[in-house]
């Protein structure tokens, strides 16, 4: 590690961008600023853009976006959980982030799962997140 030195403004900046679980000013300025720093350089070159890829797909952006909520609320639940447990939890995620909570709530939250399970007809076939267990229930695929 390197030692740096900012400006007082600056480091009031990274922490006001700082996301849960985020306890450091490198884990912050990581997520903010590398698009490749996890990416192992002895893959081969195909593999290392298709890491880059499937990073950029899954990056949040700055704000977190429902399927962030949905992922993080599945993983609380301990990795599997029927719909209406992970609407719940959800729910909470979000009224603790003070994010909004529209009435189609549950809907968005079953359109985020469905588009990244590839058990679903609506997959879109960049992020398989999700597995289909049985009637309204969903795990993980990597908890």
């Known amino acids: ?63 977190i976006r429902w399927i962030d909520d949905v992922e993080s609320a599945l993983r609380e639940l301990g990795g599997q959980a029927t719909l209406h447990r992970i609407y719940q939890q959800v729910r909470k995620r979000r009224e603790n982030g003070k994010r909004s909570l529209p009435p189609s709530l549950e809907a968005i939250v079953r359109r985020s799962i469905e588009e990244q399970s590839s058990d679903s007809e609506s997959f879109k076939g960049i992020i398989d997140l999700f597995k289909h267990i049985g009637r309204g229930e969903w795990k993980l695929r990597r908890p």
Do not use: H
């Not at 900012?6 to 480091?11: G, H, S, T």
């Not at 990274?14 to 893959?43: M, S, Y």
């Open 1 to 63: 590690m390197r030692t740096i030195e900012i400006d007082l403004d600056v480091f009031a900046a990274i922490w006001a961008n700082r996301e849960p679980n985020e306890n450091d000013e490198n884990t912050v300025l990581k997520r903010l600023l590398c698009t490749n720093c996890d990416i192992d350089p002895k893959l081969s070159k195909k593999d290392r853009q298709d890491t880059k890829m499937l990073q950029e797909a899954y990056e949040p952006m700055g704000k």
